[in-house]
């Protein structure tokens, strides 16, 4: 264990996907790496999510008229988004910035801003992938994104025209049929979707982030378990208080604490305005059905991923903080119209799950310094999308460790920008 007076070169705070491969991009460029998790690796939000690299995914939650349609789906308690009544009031604040972040210009923005991200992210997972020797974790089956009507596929047609204009290639698919090819076994109600192909997955993210973590300890890093409780700026140095262990100092302290980030940062004073968008899932056994490639039921706010053989069904958005307990009738629901959708699922024996996505009100992460420490670095919020974004993450606050130009604009992503 290190001593009081030792200083450490870059402590990393969080072992999920975010921090994770922010340690192994430090690590690689020449970098002494000590990450702290006061869990282990990979035991929160980076555990059993859906395992998908939706790099199609650029349009931020936030869309303009936002507002109109939202209180009608919160009109159903177990619907799609939900938000506890006695959440409602301390949400607030974030709700509005939420309202604000869908006005034309700011949407246009952020939707420019995420696209950018999107693209080193698909870049710099295949670069991952070759550093680390990974690509027998990888499913290269696309994305069917599934639409309930002709109607609701025609209200996406702008978000195609956006994924056009940004590189992303897709297919659009009409009739059972079509739809039968890329996926047997859909309910024949099904006639209108999407093709993603460059869409990837991870045919387990606990495996992947698993994976992940061991070559960055072979490579010489360490990894151990303690709680920080508080960051103190020092004139060369960053304190870090933990829990029950004496004070550690660090040069660069990379904050990667998903959903519980902003604590950290307002002990140095950064307020940043960061809620938990709670998920659910339902992990079923091999067997389950014969699924072909991940699966999007777009109006139902839920999808279907191949997980080590099984399938995993699950979505939803629940804004309801950090404290209360999980309520799985939402992974029932979910799991209820999958079999609807899918009359060959076979929904027995499945595992539930709830997990907390950090979400920052405009769906962009925080990546850059802390406003009141240099020696700090936010890596956080990425929200529906941390298992896709994260080598792009790792690669940028590399370059911002080493004070090189990072390789995207970083304003948008700024701990300022609320
Ligand atoms: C149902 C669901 C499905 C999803 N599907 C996808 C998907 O298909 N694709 C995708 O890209 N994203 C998906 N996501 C989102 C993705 O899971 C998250 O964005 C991502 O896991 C966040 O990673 P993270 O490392 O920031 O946070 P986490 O995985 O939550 O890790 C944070 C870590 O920090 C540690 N920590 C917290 N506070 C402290 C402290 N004070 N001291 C020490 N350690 C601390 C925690 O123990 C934890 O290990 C999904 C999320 C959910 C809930």
Redesign the pocket.
């Known amino acids: 264990m290190l001593r009081d007076e030792q200083v450490q070169d870059i402590v990393v ?9 922010v340690a192994l991009a430090l690590q690689r460029h020449g970098a002494d790496v000590l990450v ?19 790099f199609s ?1 650029i349009v931020p939650l936030a869309t303009p008229g936002v507002l109109w349609r939202a209180p009608r789906w919160l009109l159903d308690p177990l619907g799609p988004l939900s938000i506890p009544p006695s959440y409602a009031l301390p949400l607030l604040p974030w709700l509005l910035r939420f309202f604000r972040a869908s006005l034309p210009d700011r949407y246009a923005a952020g939707l420019a801003a995420q696209a950018a991200l999107m693209t080193l992210s698909r870049e710099a997972l295949e670069r991952q992938v070759a550093n680390v020797d990974a690509g027998h974790l990888l499913l290269r089956e696309g994305q069917l994104q599934i639409f309930d009507s002709e109607q609701t596929f025609r209200a996406s047609l702008p978000v195609w025209e956006e994924r056009a204009r940004h590189g992303i290639r897709f297919d659009l698919l009409h009739g059972a049929d079509a739809l039968a090819k890329l996926q047997p076994g859909l309910d024949p109600r099904f006639k209108h979707a999407g093709f993603t192909p460059d869409w990837l ?1 991870t045919c387990d ?1 606990a495996a992947w ?1 698993a994976h992940l973590a061991e070559t960055f300890r072979q490579r010489g890093g360490r990894i151990e378990r ?4 508080a960051l103190k700026a020092e004139e060369n140095s960053v304190h870090l208080r ?2 029950g262990r004496e004070v550690q100092s660090a040069r660069q302290v990379i904050v ?6 902003h ?2 940062a307002r002990t140095l004073g950064d307020r940043i305005p960061l809620e938990t ?5 339902t992990t079923l056994p091999e067997g389950a059905f014969d699924l072909r490639t ?1 699966l999007t039921f777009s109006d139902h706010g839920f ?1 279907v ?1 191949r997980i080590n053989g099984g399938v995993r069904v ?3 958005v629940e804004l309801g903080g950090l404290r209360r307990p999980p309520d799985f009738r939402r992974s029932q629901v979910l799991l209820a119209k999958a079999a609807r959708f899918l009359p060959g699922l076979r929904t027995e024996g499945g595992t539930e ?7 920052l009100p405009d769906s962009l ?1 925080i990546i850059g310094r802390s406003p009141h420490c240099a020696r700090v670095i936010h ?12 080598a792009a993450t790792g690669e940028i606050v590399a370059a911002l460790a080493r004070d090189i130009p990072a390789p995207i604009d970083l304003t948008p992503f700024s701990a300022n920008r609320f």
């Not at 990667?256 to 980030?261: D, E, K, L, P, T």
């Open positions: 705070i969080g072992a999920g996907i975010i921090g994770i491969n702290f998790d006061r869990t282990g690796v990979g035991a929160e939000a980076s555990q059993s999510n859906a395992g998908a690299f939706a995914d997955n993210p982030l303690a709680e920080v409780v933990l829990s990667a604490a998903g959903a519980w980030s604590h950290l968008e709670r998920g659910y899932n991940h999808v991923s699950g979505g939803a799950w709830m997990g907390f996505r950090p979400s992460p890596a956080f919020g990425h929200g529906h999308l941390g298992l896709t974004q994260a």
